[in-house]
């Protein structure tokens, strides 16, 4: 998957948390995710887009930490979302999730990736 794909991937994941999130019930606690969710998804579409122009190594190590943090703060969302049961949406919340990990999975591939090069340089 080239970074273009990656953007596209990413992008597409924050659009579909965006949508979710509309299907949380209007109450006190449903009030309590979007912002949070939102917030930490389009920060990964983002934060990756910032790292697809990383100036160097050591640039592009600091910015991919930033899209994994987020990455990971989005999945804990969904799980809290999840485990409160305050949604019946399991096979909904199921992908989302899997999505989260497979995408903080690629991008902790790319930091090890670069970290190895890095190494074997000096």
């Not at 912002?35 to 887009?49: F, M």
Request: proline share 2%; with cysteine; glycine share 2%.
């Amino acid at each position: 998957m080239d970074n273009k794909e990656l953007q596209i991937r990413t992008k597409k994941f924050a659009l579909e948390i965006i949508r979710f999130v509309e299907l949380l019930p209007n109450n006190r606690v449903g009030w309590t995710f979007p912002d949070q969710i939102i917030r930490s998804s389009t920060s990964v579409a983002a934060n990756y887009r910032a790292v697809c122009r990383a100036k160097s190594d050591r640039d592009f190590i600091n910015k991919i930490g930033t899209v994994i943090e987020e990455a990971d703060e989005t999945l804990f969302w969904l799980e809290m979302i999840e485990e409160s049961e305050i949604l019946k949406q399991e096979s909904k919340i199921l992908s989302l999730k899997q999505e989260a990990n497979e995408l903080t999975a690629i991008f902790v591939s790319s930091i090890k990736t670069i970290k190895n090069r890095l190494n074997h340089k000096s």
